[in-house]
Structure formats: C-alpha cells, structure tokens
C-alpha cells in the first residue's frame, strides 16, 4: 500500500465511513420493497432518530453495508471457496481473488483491506444503531424498536463471525485462547478511539452468541411477505445462524439445541412449525434463479438493476460470466457420492471440456441474490452434530433429505449408519456438493483443523498449507495496522 494512502487513513477512520453510509442511507427504500437503496440525502447525525423513518433508514444501512461486494454481496464466498480444493483458476488474477487461491495475501493485498473495512463498516453501522436507538425507543415504539436492535445485533453478530473465521486462529485450535480482533461495540463517529486491543477469539465468539441470543429474543416471527421474510433477519434467522456458529465451536450439544427449534421432526419432511416455516424446496434449481425468495432461504441479500455490482466485483461475473474458475476434476466433482443424474450438476455449466459453476448466473446486471443462510444447511449442521453425538439414525435421516431432493436413488447402507466415521464422511461430502460455491469449503477445513490442499492443473498449482504454517488465516489489514497502534 503506498504511503500516501495509509496517510490518508490514519486521518479519517472507516468508522467515519461507516457513519456516511448510515446517514445517507435514511431515505432509503420502504421495508415493503426490500434492500434496493436508491441515492439519498445525506443528514446530520444531530438528528438520524428523530423520525421513524430515519430509523428504518439506518436499519437499510446496516444491510447496505453487510451486502458490501467484499463481504454478503459474494466476493467473501470465494474468498473461503478458493482455499479449497474444489476450484482451479484459469486467469490467476488477483481482481478476482487469486492471492485467496494461492494463498498468498499479505497486509497490503486489496481483498485483505476490503473485507475487513466492508466488515468494519456494518459492524459500526450497527452499534450507531444500538447505542442511539436505546434512548430514542419512543420515536417508533418498543416493540420495533426492539426489534430493530435485535438485527442490528444479528448483522453485527455475522459481520464479528465471518472476520473471526478468516483473520483469527480456529476456536478449535486451542478453545479460543489465540488473539481474535479488536471488539469495537460502541459507536464511533471520529478517530479518538482507533485504538483497541485484540480481543481473544473466544471472546469474540462470546459476543457473537450473546447477540445471536439477544436477537433471537426481540426478532420477529416473521414478516408480512416472503421478499421481507428472506431479505431480513427473523427468529428462525437467528436460530439457524447459531448452529453454524456453534459447529466452529464443536458444541454440539449447543447445535443439537438450535437445530431443534426450526427442526423438530426426526424423519423427513423437516420443516418448521413456528415463525417462518422454513423448509427445503423440491426442487435445489428454484433457488437459484428460479424465486429467491422461498421458504428455504433463511436470509439472502437482493439485488436489482439499480444496486447491482458490475464487473470483477460482481461473484456472478467471476465463476460464470467471464470463466475464471473452473471445477476441479479431481475434488468433490469426480467423487461418486455426486452422481451424473444428480440434479445439482444442472448447476454447472460445460465449456471447453471445463465444468463451471452457474448457481450465480445472471449477468449484466448481477442481480442473483446471494444467500446468507439456507435451510439445507441447517439439516447438516444438525446432521454431523447428531452424528457426533451418537444420534445416528437421526443424521442418517438428516443427510439424505438433502441428498435425497436431487438425487432420488440416493441411499445409506445399514453398515454406513451404524458406523459413526462412515457416516460423518458422507456428511462432509454432502456439504461440498450441497454448498458449493457458498462460501463453506475454507469454513470446514479450518474448523476441523485439516490443511489447505494442493490442487494444480498442468498449467499452475498450489502446494498444501498446514495448520501450522502462517498463511492458514488471513493476515491483518495494512489499514488497520496504521491506524490502530494497540493492534
């Protein structure tokens, strides 16, 4: 990063940024249009709770910043995709996120600073919210009041978990002792409080769950329509997000816990039976493309023709627009488990004797949804805590509802569910094929403390990283080290 611009940093914090994006977000679109901001006025921060309206406006802040292209508008999916071993580049650019595939970020790499401001950014967005809010309930009333709290504290909860995840050692590695990240939980309107600390990681998981539990509690049930029950964060929301979290933990009991609450059946159809009645759709092909607004997705972020992002920064544009990407033959393509006739590969484009992935497909503009959260995923959260905790059967059930959708021949042998580690591979091979291109693959290996694989083809490759090695997370931000003397 040149000097200049570290310069400039250090006299404006992106806790400045953050505020901008706030207020010029108050006029922003109704709740019953979704998340399409529009371009606004920008007001002073004097007076951003005085109506109900700029309220709802920095609620849209929140989401606008969340669904940065650096982190829920899908770049931050392959930023975690490419650590694995499932894609191989073709262009090696590092617009589009080659340093992630190679494994070579450094503090000054541009997706390094990106993500972390982009993240930085919905965080303080958030705690504006919070901190004012709480002495302005009357404007809008308690209950929504509350419940405006309680997503600010859900997205600041995800903003916290995605960082944590990438930037901080795994929780697994030593129970959360390692240096997670400086845990910024007060609003900040100028650059007197840059410097903070690290916290642990285990603290910052800590307040990862305590605001997931708070959300949960002042969420509501659901909305008026399917747009806003999947455009904003809701109870079954939280719930789901808590197994994801919990499963980086390896608390299963906690998962088996949360699961249960949108997942009450044993044997399939799961479904929910309170709030919104979260459930797989029949078919995985209408969920990308199709409606993206079903009772599957749990939370995506929209996108339409005014509020699309273009180009190298559009996740779309990379895998299948301009072909960056293609599948790796010799990762989760070419495992048996995934067959010809499955109807997952219909969301995989042939060219030139490459397979690509077109679960993002639209292009010019981009306005494929990209989903935060879905209900499959729950199922093998809930699959391989069950399967952890020596409820086989269940986990069995669990899988291959999943498998099952798209694949009807799909079955477990009686030998495989009664054999704990047989089954366990079954469900990490079904979150590969599942959730691929979501933003998963570098979550898993991380977690369960396995290295990041080679992978080449004959023109580049790759070697494996171990856990040990320093490049297993990523490297701290140039911005924040220039700006944060107790970093």
Excluded at 6 to 19: E, R
Excluded at 109 to 129: G, K, M, P, Q, V
Excluded at 346 to 372: E, M, T
Aim: hydrophobic fraction near 40%; charged fraction near 20%.
């Amino acid at each position: 990063m040149q000097a200049s611009t570290i310069n400039t940093l250090k006299k404006s914090s992106m806790a400045v940024l953050a505020l901008s994006i706030a207020l010029t977000a108050l006029q922003g679109c109704k709740r019953e249009q979704g998340l399409f901001p529009e371009s606004t006025t920008s007001i002073s921060d004097k007076n951003i709770f005085d109506t109900p309206q700029r309220i709802e406006g920095l609620v849209n802040g929140i989401y606008k910043a969340f669904k940065g292209a650096s982190l829920y508008g899908g770049r931050y999916f392959m930023y975690q995709d490419f650590r694995g071993e499932e894609f191989i580049t073709i262009t090696a650019n590092s617009y589009t996120v080659f340093e992630s595939w190679n494994n070579s970020y450094s503090s000054g790499s541009n997706d390094i600073n990106s993500l972390w401001s982009t993240a930085y950014t919905a965080i303080n967005n958030a705690n504006i919210l919070i901190e004012g809010l709480a002495n302005r309930k009357d404007v809008v009333g308690e209950e929504k009041a509350n419940a405006y709290i309680a997503e600010a504290k859900f997205l600041r909860a995800v903003s916290y978990f995605s960082l944590v995840t990438v930037f901080g050692q795994p929780y697994t590695k030593d129970q959360g002792a390692s240096p997670g990240l400086p845990l910024r939980l007060q609003a900040e309107l100028d650059t007197r409080n840059n410097d903070l600390k690290r916290s642990s990681v285990s603290e910052i998981y800590a307040q990862i769950i305590q605001d997931l539990d708070d959300a949960e509690k002042d969420l509501p049930e659901s909305y008026s329509n399917a747009g806003l029950n999947t455009t904003r964060a809701h109870k079954n929301t939280a719930r789901a997000f808590k197994t994801r979290v919990f499963l980086a933990q390896n608390n299963w009991a906690a998962v088996l816990k949360e699961a249960v609450k949108i997942v009450p059946q044993t044997k399939a159809p799961f479904a929910a039976v309170t709030g919104v009645k979260s459930e797989l759709q029949p078919d995985i092909l209408t969920l990308f493309g199709a409606n993206f607004t079903t009772t599957e997705s749990l939370l995506s972020m929209p996108f339409s023709t005014v509020d699309s992002y273009s180009g190298q920064t559009a996740i779309a544009y990379v895998y299948f627009g301009n072909k960056e990407y293609y599948l790796n033959p010799n990762g989760i393509l070419g495992d048996p488990q995934w067959k010809a006739d499955d109807r997952r590969r219909l969301l995989l484009a042939p060219s030139g004797g490459k397979q690509f992935l077109k679960k993002f497909a639209k292009v010019s503009p981009y306005i494929d949804y990209i989903p935060v959260i879905r209900y499959a995923e729950v199922l093998l959260n809930y699959a391989e805590a069950a399967a952890q905790s020596g409820q086989l059967p269940l986990a069995a059930e669990l899988v291959k509802a999943v498998h099952k959708r798209s694949d009807a021949s799909f079955a477990i042998s009686d030998s495989q569910s009664a054999d704990k580690q047989a089954l366990l591979a079954i469900i990490a091979k079904e979150r590969r094929i599942e959730l691929l291109g979501e933003g998963f693959r570098g979550f898993d290996l991380l977690r369960k403390l396995e290295p990041l694989p080679a992978k080449a083809d004959e023109t580049i490759q790759t070697p494996a990283v171990p856990v040990s090695a320093q490049n297993y997370i990523f490297p701290p931000p140039n911005t924040e080290l220039a700006t944060n003397k107790l970093f």
